[in-house]
């Protein structure tokens, strides 16, 4: 657990302010709405894209969905680095997220070069595997992400454990 006595060694996700922060601002709420929706276009895109290529048909279909989720990459970067700036004071590579961002980055490159890919005319085929080089970056940073949410939540919940024995020692 973070900062328990049973791992004295790993530091807080979040200090106290900057949970009061995150716990006030409304971007928390913004990204926690627009990551499942990006995980639901990444299932349908992935879906369309294989789909495409295995059969060679569903071009527009599978070209759309993978807009949507670039689209929705795009905006969560954005917001993401709104809510980092108002949790931590900085844009991006806060140091509890740092090496999340840092693969944003290549997850961000290989969406980007897909869009390139896209309006250059490059072969469908060879659109569709950057497609899906990104999907598979996209899907390692969601776990890394995911790992990040769930040391918050053991977080809070040692530090509300700390907070119920330091009350009950007191009465």
Do not use: C
């Amino acid at each position: 657990m973070p900062n328990s006595p049973q791992n004295p060694s790993r530091k807080a996700l979040y200090t106290e302010e900057e949970r009061a922060r995150r716990d006030a601002t409304p971007w928390t709420l913004v990204q926690a709405i627009l990551a499942p929706l990006q995980f639901l276009a990444f299932g349908v895109s992935l879906v369309l894209v294989v789909r495409f290529l295995f059969t060679g048909e569903g071009y527009e279909a599978a070209t759309i969905s993978i807009l949507i989720k670039t689209l929705l990459l795009y905006t969560i970067m954005v917001t993401g680095a709104i809510w980092e700036k108002v949790v931590f004071g900085q844009y991006l590579f806060a140091p509890a997220f740092f090496w999340e961002d840092v693969f944003s980055f290549g997850v961000i490159a290989l969406h980007t070069a897909y869009l390139w890919a896209l309006f250059t005319g490059q072969p469908d085929n060879m659109q569709m595997f950057i497609a899906l080089a990104a999907y598979a970056t996209y899907v390692i940073n969601a776990g890394q992400f995911l790992w990040k949410l769930r040391q918050a939540r053991l977080q809070a919940a040692s530090e509300d454990a700390g907070t119920l024995v330091m009350e009950r020692g007191t009465r």
